[in-house]
């Protein structure tokens, strides 16, 4: 398995602004998920973009894949005190072992 | 339907000591897993369980048992806990039989070992 980094680590922004987060990763992958965990809580499921995909969008989240350059990007549009949280992507290249980085923390400010 | 639960949900043990992480679903999911995460850091994974009746290694197996009793539940075993796997213990089961699936997580054990 791989794992991929997130950038920024940490993120501070005010409701209402949009929050982007990046990460990268090293070698082919099939997919790549994002998770987002709030304080002291388990990890919950974002969305999934497959290789053959170059953007999806579920409600006010937009991922991108750039497959060239092993990066993508998470982007929450109109944020919110309650979008506060940790968020970590996970490169899937066909393992049952996800690996996640240490994430990016959002703080966004009321 | 609970999703995925973790018993208990904070532990003190001293060093030496054996325990028993309990994990169950309830979503007919094929594979299992267990993490833990330390400050500041990701999540790592300890073993996993693709489908019922067979168990491997993750990334920190080390000072790890696991059992997949049954479909429905994964248990981690420490045998001789040590301080350093004071942490947070994560479950996560998948679904579909294949690893491009998403995985839900439990609410987590909070580990301290003294």
Known sequence: SQQGEEDPQALSIQEGENATMNCSYKTSINNL????????????????????????????????????????????TASRAADTASYFCAPGAGSYQLTFGKGTKLSVIP | NAGVT??????????GQSMTLQCAQDMNHNSMYWYRQDPGM?????????SEGTTDKGEVPNGYNVSRLNKREFSLRLESAAPSQTSVYFCASSGGGTPYNEQFFGPGTRLTVL
Not at chain 1, 45 to 72: A, Y
Not at chain 2, 6 to 15: G, R
Not at chain 2, 42 to 47: S, V
């Open chain 1, 33 to 76: 998920q994002w998770y987002r965990q709030n304080s002291g809580r388990g990890l919950v499921h974002l969305i999934l973009i497959r290789s053959n995909e170059r953007e999806k969008h579920s409600g006010r989240l937009r991922v991108t894949l750039d497959t060239s350059k092993k990066s993508s990007s998470l982007l929450i």
């Open chain 2, 6 to 15: 973790q018993t208990p949900k904070f532990q003190v043990l001293k060093t």
């Open chain 2, 42 to 50: 990701g999540l790592r994974l300890i073993y996993y369980s693709a």
